[in-house]
């Protein structure tokens, strides 16, 4: 009992500490930062085309795949446009592929980079012929194949403001990671204020709240119509294709995030059936509340949930692009499990449960954040882009990481899978005051 106690109370003075530390080493490191002045290496001259503007955090040289992704968008006409919050090994280089190319003090994280990028392009002028702007960072890794026909459709979009992904946490926000914006929205009075004004930190919720989330809004503002603002692979987008591909549908409850260390609730194929169960029964005889208390105990067999829980029958092919050393539950087996011994129709019944489990799927698609909640699933479905804090934040784990991958060609699963098992669960890679501050999702 003293022991638990006095764990308590270290891990309330540590939760205290980890906040007032932070906020000082954050205070110190933008007092430190007016010492050093952004450093321009080099520019080309801009003619007028569209602009990649990236935020780099990379030393000595490129990540393979943010070199690969920076190429491919050379390829397309684009102006490169790249701020590193660390320094290149030798920036000369990199003149071919980086038309301007600043190096900053480490501070303020990807929005300092963003903030310095965006005050650069319109010190130069460049927004008032800009077509179309493409804002990017290297906290996602760039998939080799899908990369071309995911950037060709960020800059050629007629979308005023496209995000990537969307997000409904909090309020609905474009992921700031990949946001597409016309000319007419970067030359807005609005966006040239934002970036005037904005205020860096190092303190990750304020980053969050003063940028992920307040640009968002400002680019609502910005743009001409309330269609103006949406997402490339957007909930609309998700919910149409469970709805209206079976194979995509099955493999979209197979794919949703297994890892359970955080809040964010996850969809199992035994909650599908209990679900099932549930909406097919109630009424009938019983309320709700009393019927899943009945159900409970009585309805479901435990042979119903073998074909549930069995992970290694041959029979269980894996759909087409997955690993076949993946295990797979058939969507088949849901079915058949669901629709057994009902006295009704059984193809009304297949009906009804493809109709319950796209709902589910929908709903549980907006829950957190949509491209860690729904990382497989939107690979799956073609997103170019997987965040590479998914295992650091506990949002992936083992098995969520192997099923992402298998999606990928195999060099860039390999890669990608190296990159995110070389960042484990903070929870269990901190000790004492940063354990705290990543607790507090501080850092």
């Not at 040289?61 to 006409?77: C, N, S, Y």
């Not at 979209?252 to 199992?268: G, N």
């Not at 298998?406 to 899978?417: C, F, H, M, N, V």
């Amino acid at each position: 009992m003293l022991r638990s106690f006095v764990s308590a109370v270290q891990m309330q003075f540590l939760l205290w500490f980890a906040e007032v530390y932070v906020f000082v080493q954050s205070t110190w490191n933008g007092f430190k930062a007016r010492s050093h002045p952004d450093r321009l290496h080099h520019q080309a001259p801009y003619a007028g085309q569209p602009i990649l503007l990236v935020a780099l955090y990379e030393k000595g040289v490129l990540r393979p795949d943010v070199h690969r992704m920076i190429a491919t968008a050379k390829e397309q006409g684009a102006y490169v446009l790249a701020v590193n919050n660390l320094t290149l090994t030798e920036p000369a280089d990199w003149r071919a592929l980086l038309d301007c190319y600043i190096e900053r003090y480490n501070y303020g994280r990807d929005f300092g980079s963003y903030q310095t990028a965006f005050l650069h392009l319109y010190a130069q002028g460049w927004e008032a012929t800009c077509p179309r702007l493409l804002m990017l960072n290297d906290s996602v890794y760039y998939c080799g194949r899908r990369t071309p026909p995911f950037l060709a459709d960020l800059f050629g979009s007629p979308k005023e403001a496209l995000g990537a992904t969307e997000n409904f946490e909090f309020e609905h926000h474009l992921g700031s990671f990949c946001i597409a914006m016309a000319g007419s929205v970067l030359r807005h009075p609005r966006t040239k204020l934002y970036w005037q004004r904005y205020k860096k930190s190092d303190i990750r919720p304020k980053v969050i709240h003063r940028g992920e989330m307040q640009l968002s809004k400002t680019l609502k503002r910005a743009v001409s119509s309330e269609d103006q603002f949406a997402s490339l692979y957007g909930v609309a987008r998700y919910d149409e294709k469970v709805r209206t591909d079976p194979e995509y549908r099955a493999r979209a409850l197979y794919h949703s995030r297994q890892s359970d260390r955080v809040p964010w609730p996850t969809l199992k194929a035994k909650e599908v059936l209990r679900e099932f169960r549930v909406r097919h029964f109630v009424g009938a005889t019983f309320g709700r509340d009393e019927f899943r208390r009945y159900f409970d105990e009585k309805r479901l067999s435990v042979g119903e949930y073998v074909k549930l829980t069995r992970r290694d029958q041959p029979s269980l092919a894996a759909p087409e692009g997955i690993a076949p050393d993946v295990p797979l539950l058939d969507y088949k087996d849901l079915t058949e499990a669901a629709t057994a011994n009902l006295p009704d129709d059984r193809d009304q019944a297949v009906a009804m449960l493809d109709e319950m489990t796209a709902d589910l799927l929908t709903a549980n698609f907006v829950r957190g954040g949509h491209i860690h909640q729904n990382a497989a699933a939107l690979v799956d479905l073609g997103l170019a882009i997987v965040k590479l804090d998914g295992m650091y934040r506990g949002v992936f784990d083992a098995t969520d990481v192997r099923k992402i991958c298998a999606l990928l060609e195999p060099e860039d699963g390999a890669a990608l899978s190296a990159i995110l098992l070389s960042r484990p669960w903070g929870e269990h890679t901190t000790r004492g005051w940063r354990k705290a501050a990543f607790l507090l999702g501080l850092h």
